[in-house]
């Protein structure tokens, strides 16, 4: 009889390597290149990786193409019943279908899942009459990801969820992915986006801080979508993530040491 490992097993053989997670922005998916993809070959002898990925213009296309009319408030875009089909096949079907489909062209065994396959991300409703059917994570269930990983793939997640009465929903995907690495003690988190950080001035500014970034929010320096995920990426330091970094796509991630971007750390660089 061949028993299958527990958890807590894959834990302990998973953390002689850490975990990167990875979040790629909808908005830069078509400008991606191979060497992007291909870096990943390079970075899982390193880490264990895992991508959670976002959808807006795949969803705004699909959405125009309907005829159905998509509003946003405070970074989020409001998701009616009709709007959340759109969603679960764009980010599920489409999105994620092309992301792995890119790595599996760099010989890299990539797994498609949603967010709410098997609980996997337990949400509730933020504010309905605001937002629709938006969640926000109460709970990361780790076992299939730490199952994927211990089997050599690495998971690609669709940013969707569950309530616990069963019920759908669509979750930012920077929320999504600072909870997931979070919940896998991940030592790095990547925000890959189109934009090389926060911009302040015309110039990118390198190193932050929770505090910092409260005011940068305040002052109305950092607003729209930038919002939710400097506030996702400031909820995911802990004392295993010291730091997430907001990063363009223009180089290979292997390089991310030497990337430039915007630095958001747990204490100044001074302090550490």
């Not at 699909?62 to 408030?73: A, K, P, Q, V």
């Amino acid at each position: 009889m061949i028993m299958s490992k527990s958890t807590l097993a894959i834990e302990r053989d998973l953390e002689q390597k850490p975990v990167v997670v990875v979040k790629l922005g909808g908005s830069m998916l078509d400008q991606l290149s191979e060497d992007f993809y291909q870096s990943f070959a390079e970075l899982r002898k390193h880490y264990h990786c895992v991508i959670v990925h976002g959808g807006g213009p795949a969803i705004t296309l699909m959405l125009d193409r309907l005829n159905i009319e998509s509003e946003f408030y405070e970074g989020f875009r409001k998701t009616t019943k009709e709007t959340l089909e759109v969603v679960e096949m764009a980010l599920s079907g489409k999105v994620n279908a092309q992301i792995t489909a890119d790595l599996a062209q760099q010989s890299i065994r990539a797994i498609g899942l949603k967010g709410s396959d098997a609980m996997m991300l337990t949400a509730k409703l933020i504010d309905q009459e605001k937002w629709g059917y938006v969640g926000t994570i109460e709970h990361v269930e780790t076992d299939l990801l730490l199952r994927c990983l211990d089997a050599g793939y690495m998971p690609v997640i669709a940013p969707l969820g569950k309530t616990s009465e069963g019920q759908t929903v669509n979750i930012n995907a920077d929320v999504a992915a600072a909870a997931v690495a979070k919940a896998l003690s991940a030592e790095k988190l990547l925000f890959v986006t189109d934009v090389p950080g926060i911009i302040r001035e015309g110039a990118v500014i390198e190193d932050t801080t929770p505090e910092d970034i409260e005011s940068l929010i305040q002052t109305g320096l950092i607003h729209g979508g930038m919002v939710p995920k400097v506030n996702a990426a400031v909820e995911a330091l802990s004392g295993q993530l010291q730091e997430v970094m907001i990063v363009s796509g223009e180089h290979p991630l292997i390089e991310h040491n030497q990337m430039k971007g915007t630095r958001i750390r747990a204490r100044r660089k001074e302090e550490v």
